[in-house]
């Protein structure tokens, strides 16, 4: 779906512009985005498989949930829309916990440039996988994953980051490390 957004400079200010999000990605413009990684108390994390008709990675597993912020929508809201379009749950923002704004460039081809800022969250995951609702043109699968088992397959698999959206690292690592101090 072509959105409109509003165009940030590369520290992340606001411009004062707007674009659509298919000439955002062909410029290589930058703009926001929000990321939702949701946990359990049991330690396990909520992984969502990119649908296959996705430009960028599809099939790869991802963050619990991700979008685009809209144009004049605050980065909260934009959370609490995509959890509701992409997986049928209704999270209030006090159960938002934001952990950082992760600078991403990624150049796939000529005419797609990713050049985002991804306001990254923690949630608990308070019901169970099967209440969740997956939106189909988004979402192929979700699963569960203990913190341990998707840290061990992110660094110490051969091939890093095989079955993975290849984000850098030190974004990995900081949602790791944060979801730990959660459990």
């Known amino acids: 779906m072509d959105e409109l957004l ?23 413009l930058f703009h926001a985005t929000v990321h939702i990684w949701f946990y359990t108390k049991n330690g ?13 990675y599809p099939l790869l597993w991802d963050v619990s949930v991700a979008g685009h912020v809209g144009s004049g929508e605050t980065v909260a809201l934009s959370a609490i829309r995509e959890i509701k379009e992409e997986i049928g749950l209704t999270v209030r ?3 938002l916990e934001k952990i950082g704004v992760f600078k991403s460039m990624q150049k796939h081809h000529d005419t797609l440039i990713d050049n985002e800022f ?14 969740l609702e ?7 699968d979700l699963k569960l994953l203990s913190i341990s088992e998707f840290e061990k397959e ?16 030190a974004y990995y690592k ?6 730990k101090t959660k459990l």
């Not at 991804?118 to 209440?131: D, G, I």
């Not at 997956?134 to 192929?140: I, P, R, Y």
């Not at 992110?154 to 690292?169: E, G």
């Not at 900081?174 to 979801?179: L, P, Q």
């Open 44 to 56: 396990d994390v909520l992984l969502q498989q990119r649908a296959q008709n996705k430009d960028t």
């Open 6 to 28: 509003d165009i940030i400079d590369t520290n992340g200010n606001p411009t004062g512009t707007t674009a659509l999000k298919s000439k955002a990605h062909r410029l290589g």
């Open 174 to 179: 900081t949602v790791i490390a944060t979801i």
């Open 154 to 169: 992110l660094f110490t698999s051969n091939i890093q980051y095989r079955n993975y959206v290849p984000h850098s690292s």
């Open 134 to 140: 997956k939106q189909e043109n988004e979402v192929t």
């Open 118 to 131: 991804h306001h990254t969250f923690l949630s608990e995951l308070k019901v169970t996988l099967q209440a």
């Open 93 to 95: 923002e006090a159960n």
